[in-house]
């Protein structure tokens, strides 16, 4: 990064605090001013939540609950299990259950459906929350029960029946043991000359479209206008199908890691953190490119009609709170959603979160509404195109 | 005339005819054994039969049907001629109803149902009943179309009316590529078309795998019929050894096996026989090897079993009336291993069709087969109805080949052993 670009930064942060000063209780309504105003904010917070975590998260007394919770398996499942289920458990007296799931909301539908719902918390991507609840099979979260402050939380307010946990990143990682120099943008995830091998991609139309586009010389901020065309998307598959028969595709988050290790692709997608996990429990000499990385959230979210709604409000009290959410990061390398549990953050493990401001100005924001209303035509459209 | 008289009135001591309680033991008994496979008929009825009703009900159902929650509408279009945009009167019944919608939060649903057939509806569908809400006076048409230009369309209005029943062919054609529009059925573009090679893949990749188990279980099967028993148990513990193994575990094994830096590739560098790895993994040759070894028991089996009631003195006797060894073979011992063979293809083909979890980890995109699309649409599009159809119609044409396979072999002739 040049001069240039940090005074830019800097004056673009600027400008962000003054207008969120002024706008302090009104929506923000750009995603990307939000985080922004995260970093002006974290001074501020820092007292504020250094005062609450000395005097540790409160949490009801639930002797003989047992609770399920949900989420997404492997190292991540790991964290939450560290910084959020166990002592949970230990404080409240709760017993908890786990379970793994790659955000099947057909499970979700059957249980609420069925009138028999044994899923007490569910971790659930955007996507699948603002379908789920637009479907009327989620709770919708009562802020004033969770006894927390919805504006603390980055993406508070985007849904109505999900809490914000966690910001993760759709990143490209490659092994430096047999890339090197390796890529250093998106453009040569697309590159077979500069960097043969096979490539890593995610099951889902989902990020690939957005990133085939950018590669392809679309504008970050222009990439939801254009895919939004038909032109666009056959854009954005066209520049696909140029490494289409490389591709490997994954479905759960622990399998890109573990293809980078077995060799079987020189680069891949992942989410930020499990890479992270795998250079720093693994040890693998594995590296990210952040560049039009998906910023995108992890929520909580309650399935409607469940028998222990009020032991799940405590859960996701809990969870949410400034110290269990820094003691997450401990493990794996998402950001808190929380804004207060920034300060708390291990000051070494902050540039590789997903809100570090060094990656948040090459970040692609993952436009939910749009997914919302087209990911039914492009999912199939990406089937078919994956099925021949 | 006597006889039967006298018969009639013989009693039993408790004053009963004869013939009357004969007949009672006789029910009795019938009962009795009736009631002993009462469970399993029970057991059968609930797992198998009402499943697959179920099943099919859903590819036809539609209870997230536009009538449903569309009443007024579906009715107000009844008079509708199709090509321009509606009259008053639908506008004020589509508001009346989208109001009733808004009020018990299924606007999502009506959106999710027509954007099956229009995409991008959803969010307007939604947006509009929001705004809705204020309207109480009409004209209504000019305030709906100002909402939203989608309403001016004709084909908004026309999918409306196609779904003016619970029932649908929607989900039926969508699974074979097809779409109904309102100048009648048509095929839908080619970049979305899927299901029709989907079908065809699956039933090619069965077709092979059953080839490959015939031509590689056939000898082992003569081998183990022929062998001394003591031998015979040994090597038929090598084939059921695998069989005893989970599929999962089969499969995975196979998947670092295959795999680029797996044992095989390896092996086959290190002897300088490839200097880059082949692509076994994610392809359709490691989609066959490994549903070929997975399968390999169910053909093998029945043709063994079939192949020990076939006595030796057959060939014996061939071969000292003067026929060679391959004419025996092939005219007197072959013949008599068809009911086997039929039995183990039909077997391994028909749990071919079924195919999930193997080719979803050693197979490609390319290779993957019904069954993986119908998780897709229950699990990732949350579409019962268009995985009720698949679903269905895999298990209609399974059907038709099943009554196909009879006309040419005769499932009468089949023998499991």
Known sequence: ?388 | MVAATAIDNVRTTDGIPLKEKLRRVEQARRLKAFSLVLPLLFFILVSFVLPILAMLWNAVYDPEAVSEELPQTVAALADWDGRATPAEPVFAALVADLQEAQKNKTAALIGKRLNYEISGIRSKVIATARKVEKLDTGPFREAVIAIDAVWAEPETWAAIRRNDSPFTSYYVLAALDLRQGSDGIHRISDDRAIYVAVFLRTFWIGLQVTAWTLLLGFPVAYLLASLPARQANLLMIFVLLPFWTSLLVRTTAWFVLLLDSGVINEMLQLLHFTDEPLKLIFSRFGTIVAMTHIQLPFTLLPIYSVMKTIPPSHVRAARSLGAGPFYAFWRVYFPQTVPGIAAGCLLTFILCLGYYITPALVGGPTDQMVSNFVSTAINTENNWGKASALGAILLAVTLALFVLYNRVIGVDKMKFG
């Open chain 1, 1 to 388: 990064m040049n001069n240039k670009t940090v005074s830019i930064v800097a004056i673009v942060v600027a400008i962000v605090a003054i207008i969120y000063g002024v706008m302090q209780h009104q929506q923000v309504a750009s995603l990307q001013q939000q985080v922004e105003t995260l970093k002006a904010d974290a001074a501020k917070a820092k007292e504020e939540a250094a005062k609450q975590a000395a005097a540790g998260p409160q949490v009801a007394a639930l002797p003989g609950v047992n609770l399920t919770v949900v989420s997404w398996g492997g190292a991540y499942q790991d964290s939450q299990r560290e910084a959020f289920m166990k002592p949970f458990a230990k404080a409240s007296g709760a017993k908890i259950t786990e379970e793994e799931y790659n955000g099947e909301i057909a499970k979700i539908r059957a249980m609420v459906e069925s009138n028999n719902v044994t899923w007490d918390v569910i971790d659930i991507d955007t996507q699948t929350a603002l379908a789920a609840c637009a479907e009327g099979i989620l709770e919708t979260i009562d802020w004033g029960k969770l006894g927390l402050d919805r504006s603390k939380f980055i993406g508070g307010e985007l849904q109505a029946c999900a809490v914000p946990n966690i910001v993760y990143a759709t990143v490209i990682a490659y092994d430096t043991t047999k890339l090197n120099p390796g890529p250093t943008s998106i453009k040569d995830l697309f590159d077979l000359q500069k960097f043969p091998g096979k490539r890593g991609l995610q099951k889902n139309p989902f990020i690939n479209l957005e990133w085939a586009l950018i590669a392809d010389g679309v504008a970050i901020a222009d990439v939801y206008k254009v895919l939004g065309t038909p032109e666009g998307v056959d854009r954005a598959f066209a520049k696909l199908d140029t490494i289409k028969k490389e591709v490997v595709w994954w479905e759960a988050g622990a399998q890109p890691p573990q293809l980078l290790a077995d060799g079987q692709v020189a680069i891949t997608s992942a989410w930020n953190g499990r890479i992270y996990n795998a250079v720093k429990k693994d040890n693998k000499p594995f590296k990210i490119v952040w560049d039009a990385q998906g910023f995108d959230w992890d929520w909580w979210s309650i399935p409607k009609g469940g028998p222990r709604v009020d032991a799940a409000y405590a859960f996701i009290t809990y969870s949410s709170q400034p110290g269990p959410m820094a003691e997450q990061t401990k493990y794996i390398s998402y950001g808190p959603a929380n804004r207060d549990a920034i300060p708390n953050v291990d000051p070494a493990v902050l540039p590789d979160l997903p809100t570090a401001p060094q990656n948040m100005t090459t970040a692609l924001i993952v436009d939910p509404q749009f997914w919302a209303d087209k990911g039914e035509e492009l999912r199939e459209r990406f089937n078919a195109w994956l099925a021949k």
